[in-house]
């Protein structure tokens, strides 16, 4: 059978397989388009089983928020070449949404859940990805909450997801803003945990500059010195961003309260990848 131009793109745009690999998919299986898909998906999973072993530290933050609801998410790919790309920018920002209005467990309750779009399971969009992009891509985490939520992604590096108890558009923008500017791990005292605390009173107490003082004056010096590190990891007490002679607990009052935030740094823990272009090359070569 004579295979067409139109029959090759139709394929591309179908599976997101080079141009090479379609027309010899549609070859092999005579011009039968569901037929070529299926090999295509085939083969497509087993290159992406070849690659998972790969680091994946870049990648994308991305969020989805309704007047119910909302999440965020990370997935990583290999480069931040690929980050940037259209397509990882689409099917993050689609992940997002489908674990707002899914709600998952976790990430493989996630993997396991069936894509409304395509109907197909979302681990197996993901090796078709993989496939058409070339890189390893994973769910790494993500986070979701009901009521009144807000969010900021900053260049897909940098995420915060907010709730709160009222709903204030610009008020929530610039909260969401400062989180993510200024990295607070708790909104309240009352949320610190009690350990957090021993530990940062034992650094503290160790400390040379301390040790020839007397253990009652020592110990009201390193009060203080705790309380001051605790003010600036508490969302409340730190000063606005935008305005430093008032606080986040200043600008919020008599109008919302903040119940919970999370804020993402992509790779944030994860391994980097330390190989170059031009390493990567020669590993090839000498392969």
Partial sequence: MNITATMVKELRDKTGAGMMDAKKALVEVDGDMEKATELLRQKGIASADKKMGRIAAEGRVGSY????????????????????????????????QLVAESNPADVDALLNTTCPKCGKVISDVLKEKIASIGEKITVRRFVRYEGNVATYIHNGKIGVL???????????????????????????????????????????????????KPEQIRAKIVEGRVNKLMSHRCLLEQ?????????????????????????????????????????????????
């Fill in 239 to 287: 000063p606005f961003v935008k305005n430093p002679d008032v606080t986040i607990e200043q600008l919020v009052s008599g109008k919302l309260n903040i119940v919970k935030f999370d804020r993402f740094v992509l790779g944030e823990g994860l391994e980097k990848r330390s190989d170059n272009f031009a390493d990567e090359v020669m590993s090839q070569l000498n392969k």
């Fill in 162 to 212: 907010l709730e709160t108890d009222k709903a204030d558009a610009e008020l929530t923008k610039d909260i969401c803003l400062h989180i993510a500017s200024s990295a607070p791990e708790f909104v309240s005292r009352a949320d610190i945990p009690a350990s957090v605390i021993e530990e940062e009173t034992r650094i503290e107490m160790g400390k040379e500059d301390l040790a020839n």
């Fill in 65 to 96: 928020v309704n007047d119910k609801c909302g999440a965020m998410i990370e997935i990583n790919c290999e480069t931040d070449f690929v980050a940037k790309n259209a397509e990882f920018v689409e099917l993050t920002n689609g992940l997002a």
